[in-house]
């Protein structure tokens, strides 16, 4: 059974950076298909970017491209997820998901492509 761990979450001011850690225990990072999905209050649970298996291409959203980069470590079973210039926006608790399988890109964004959540960790951007 795959489990992921979110770490990392916190308080950042505007502009600053955060990188958040999803601990992989269960299977190999490097065959699954990662991503990060966030969710402020009142909102939707929303796709960030994700890091296709077994491959270094990565993917994002327009609002977080350019800021935000996914990325894995084999070694240390780990994908991460490195935020820099972090705006008040960006608030919210962001969940590291696992697809077991090999989904096509163009369903990256979709919740329903992955089969395993960590359980969370918060975001705060504030002054």
């Known amino acids: 059974q795959v489990q992921l761990v979110e770490s990392g979450g916190g308080l950042v001011q505007p502009g600053g950076s955060l990188r958040l850690s999803c601990a992989v225990s269960?299977?190999?990072?490097?065959?699954?298909?990662m991503a990060w999905f966030r969710q402020a209050p009142g909102k939707e649970r929303e796709y960030v970017a994700a890091?296709?298996?077994?491959?270094?291409?990565?993917y994002a959203t327009d609002s977080t491209k350019g800021r935000f980069t996914v990325s894995r470590d084999n070694g240390k079973n780990m994908a991460y997820l490195q935020m820099n210039y972090v705006q008040p926006e960006d608030t919210a608790v962001y969940y590291c998901?696992?697809?077991?399988?090999?989904?096509?890109?163009?369903?990256?964004?979709?919740?329903?492509?992955?089969?395993?959540w960590g359980q969370g960790t918060q975001v705060t951007c504030s002054t």
């Open positions: 998901a696992a697809a077991s399988g090999n989904p096509i890109s163009g369903v990256f964004g979709r919740a329903s492509t992955y089969d395993y």
């Open positions: 269960g299977r190999s990072v490097s065959t699954l298909t």
């Open positions: 890091i296709r298996r077994g491959s270094s291409a990565t």
